[in-house]
């Protein structure tokens, strides 16, 4: 049997794209055969060790006079604590993220000659882009990098990087998908600047004023929502939700998802929305393009408001154009189902 030890900054119930994903990818793994175990921040209120279903959970103390003292105490303490365990070293180690994560484990590997691999979410490979030649000394006993995206994948051939394996986000098999379609437009996320709300808002400020009116249901919470709850108080179609981790009722309602990211990588909500037959409208950035066929199982829109509006009103009243693009999403997702993801990674381990 062999160890899987994953490494990341926050794990349930803190929850985050690389969070849920990595709990799929690890509770899999588990039914596979693999002993896994997930090392993370300690926040307040939370056991040191603990087991979020059959997933072991390792929470490591950390200072927090500031975020320098809480990366560096993350670090140090993360270290330690497998140096304390060397008896039940890990063969494998996956960190999430370029950062402290895989600080530690491209330090772990020095010592028990681990294998490791690094996956790479969102738009951290942005700072490397103009220092190649420092990616490739910070990262140089790296084994592979897992990216996301064709995007991302593509960025790392600029860095002048081969140790590259594209390996999508992963969904899980709806059942009973539901073939009514529903009346409002879903936003579902964290509410903050890179997930473009503001943008969303403003071009259904601009709808109402022209008569058009499409409800909207919001649902998340962020450290903008309260802002952008008041400035745009006046919208009559809108309605906030909150936070709400049962999102399936949202989406087994909704008429259209949509996503108005200044950058994704490959968006969990997308892929979500698609599981249960819901067309997704996008902003054409990172790897939306990957997930979505223009006018098959959804459409992309450039980030501006009158080509929001253009794009929200040209398939929210075609009926047949959204039956269609059901049956399409419900299609396309299959190649995004956790059990046709999990063999991309016990390949790289083997």
């Given at each position: 049997?062999?160890?899987?030890?994953?490494?990341?900054?926050?794990?349930?119930?803190?929850?985050?794209?690389?969070?849920?994903?990595?709990?799929?990818?690890?509770?899999?793994?588990?039914?596979?055969?693999?002993?896994?175990?997930?090392?993370?921040?300690?926040?307040?209120?939370?056991?040191?060790?603990?087991y979020v279903g059959n997933i072991?959970?390792?929470?490591?103390?950390?200072?927090?006079?500031?975020?320098?003292?809480?990366?560096?105490?993350?670090?140090?303490?993360?270290?330690?604590?497998?140096?304390?365990?060397?008896?039940?070293?890990?063969?494998?180690?996956?960190?999430?993220?370029?950062?402290?994560?895989?600080?530690?484990?491209?330090?772990?590997?020095?010592i028990f000659n681990c294998k490791?691999?690094?996956?790479?979410?969102?738009?951290?490979?942005?700072?490397?882009?103009?220092?190649?030649?420092?990616?490739?000394?910070?990262?140089?006993?790296?084994?592979?990098?897992?990216?996301?995206?064709?995007?991302?994948?593509?960025?790392?051939?600029?860095?002048?990087?081969?140790?590259?394996?594209?390996?999508?986000?992963?969904?899980?098999?709806?059942?009973?998908?539901?073939?009514?379609?529903?009346?409002?437009?879903?936003?579902?996320?964290?509410?903050?600047?890179?997930?473009?709300?503001?943008?969303?808002?403003?071009?259904?400020?601009?709808?109402?004023?022209?008569?058009?009116?499409?409800?909207?249901?919001?649902?998340?919470?962020?450290?903008?929502?309260?802002?952008?709850?008041?400035?745009?108080?006046?919208?009559?179609?809108?309605?906030?939700?909150?936070?709400?981790?049962?999102?399936?009722?949202?989406?087994?309602?909704?008429?259209?998802?949509?996503?108005?990211?200044?950058?994704?990588?490959?968006?969990?909500?997308?892929?979500?929305?698609?599981?249960?037959?819901?067309?997704?409208?996008?902003?054409?950035?990172?790897g939306n393009k990957d997930l979505?066929?223009?006018?098959?199982?959804?459409?992309?829109?450039?980030?501006?408001?009158?080509?929001?509006?253009?794009?929200?009103?040209?398939?929210?009243?075609?009926?047949?154009?959204?039956?269609?693009?059901?049956?399409?999403?419900?299609?396309?997702?299959?190649?995004?189902?956790?059990?046709?993801?999990?063999?991309?990674?016990?390949?790289?381990?083997?």
């Amino acid at each position: 049997m062999k160890r899987i030890s994953i490494i990341m900054s926050s794990f349930y119930p803190k929850i985050g794209g690389s969070e849920k994903q990595l709990q799929l990818i690890s509770e899999k793994l588990i039914e596979k055969g693999y002993e896994v175990e997930v090392v993370t921040r300690k926040y307040t209120g939370l056991e040191k060790a603990e087991y979020v279903g059959n997933i072991k959970v390792r929470r490591i103390g950390i200072m927090k006079f500031n975020k320098g003292a809480e990366k560096i105490s993350f670090c140090i303490n993360s270290i330690l604590y497998y140096l304390m365990n060397f008896k039940s070293k890990p063969d494998i180690i996956i960190a999430s993220q370029t950062g402290i994560a895989a600080r530690v484990a491209i330090f772990i590997k020095g010592i028990f000659n681990c294998k490791v691999l690094v996956r790479i979410a969102g738009g951290e490979l942005k700072k490397f882009e103009s220092n190649k030649s420092k990616f490739s000394r910070k990262f140089k006993n790296v084994d592979k990098f897992i990216v996301l995206s064709e995007d991302m994948k593509k960025t790392m051939e600029n860095l002048n990087e081969k140790r590259v394996e594209k390996i999508t986000n992963a969904v899980v098999k709806q059942v009973n998908i539901e073939s009514n379609i529903g009346r409002y437009v879903l936003f579902c996320g964290r509410i903050e600047k890179v997930k473009g709300l503001d943008l969303l808002l403003e071009s259904w400020r601009q709808m109402q004023k022209a008569g058009v009116d499409i409800p909207l249901v919001i649902v998340g919470d962020g450290s903008l929502k309260k802002e952008l709850e008041d400035e745009y108080s006046d919208l009559r179609s809108v309605k906030w939700i909150g936070e709400d981790k049962n999102t399936s009722k949202y989406y087994k309602n909704a008429r259209l998802l949509i996503n108005t990211s200044e950058y994704e990588g490959i968006s969990n909500t997308i892929l979500e929305a698609q599981s249960y037959g819901i067309p997704v409208i996008a902003s054409n950035v990172g790897g939306n393009k990957d997930l979505i066929s223009n006018y098959k199982n959804g459409i992309l829109f450039e980030r501006d408001p009158n080509d929001v509006i253009n794009t929200i009103c040209e398939i929210y009243f075609n009926e047949k154009r959204i039956l269609d693009m059901k049956s399409n999403s419900l299609e396309y997702i299959k190649n995004h189902y956790i059990e046709n993801i999990i063999g991309k990674y016990i390949k790289q381990f083997n």
